[in-house]
């Protein structure tokens, strides 16, 4: 089956716009991750739905930073008045939350570069 | 808070051993997992413990002290295609994953 995809792959910003990364997660997974990769660097949890709510939203950098999920299933992430920090590769992931693992599978990222 | 500490970069020799070592404090502990992550490209699920002891996956292994706080990641037979980054996780309560800064393994000829 169709893993989780993301769009758009690039986007080059000019500081201070608005931007819309998109997450289509894996059939059936319940629950949907958003992380942030800087160059060379680990993963940072920005937020975490389950289902359409966000149990936890605590890594938001920002309020600039918001995201939702709709029909538990599509997630939008959205930045407002894009800073050059905010440069980095947006990662999706998504998992089943009952199993043995619940193991997250990720997306190829949205690499932002806010000019 | 959440603290994970793992080398940031090792070099090996094809066929040879590596042993990627991952410390943690966090605050709950409800499993650890590795991941491989290739140059560009997305983090790739390898290993999950939640139990002390050693899980044994071909030529991958992964070990857990919950009472050290520590894990390791064991690459047997290494091969070119092993040149990646590693990244250990701790899914604390809830189902959040705190990463590492990820080790970068290089494997020379």
């Known amino acids: 089956g169709a893993g989780v995809s993301q769009s758009p792959s690039n986007k080059v910003t000019e500081k201070g716009k608005d931007v819309e990364l998109r997450c289509d997660p894996i059939s059936g997974h319940t629950a949907l991750y958003w992380y942030r990769q800087s160059l060379g660097q680990g993963l940072e949890f920005l937020i975490y739905?389950?289902?359409?709510?966000?149990?936890?939203k605590s890594g938001l950098p920002s309020d600039r930073f918001s995201a939702e999920r709709t029909g538990g299933s599509v997630s939008t992430l959205t930045i407002q008045r894009t800073q050059q920090e905010d440069s980095a590769v947006y990662l999706c992931?998504?998992?089943?939350?009952?199993?043995?693992?619940?193991?997250?599978?990720f997306g190829p990222g949205t690499r932002l570069t806010v000019l | 808070g959440q603290n994970i500490d793992q080398p940031t970069e090792m070099t090996a020799t094809e066929g040879a051993i590596v042993q990627i070592n991952c410390t943690y404090q966090t605050s709950g502990f409800n499993g650890l997992f590795w991941y491989q992550q290739h140059a560009g490209e997305a983090p790739t699920f390898l290993s999950y413990n939640v139990l002390d002891g050693l899980e044994e996956k071909g030529r991958f292994s992964s070990f857990l002290s919950r009472s050290k706080g520590y894990s390791y990641l064991l690459l047997k037979e290494l091969q070119m295609k092993d040149s990646a980054s590693y990244l250990c996780a701790v899914r604390a309560a809830g189902n959040k994953l705190t990463f590492g800064g990820g080790t970068r393994v290089l494997v020379k000829p």
């Open positions: 739905f389950q289902g359409n709510s966000a149990p936890d």
């Open positions: 992931a998504s998992s089943f939350l009952t199993g043995t693992y619940n193991e997250q599978f």
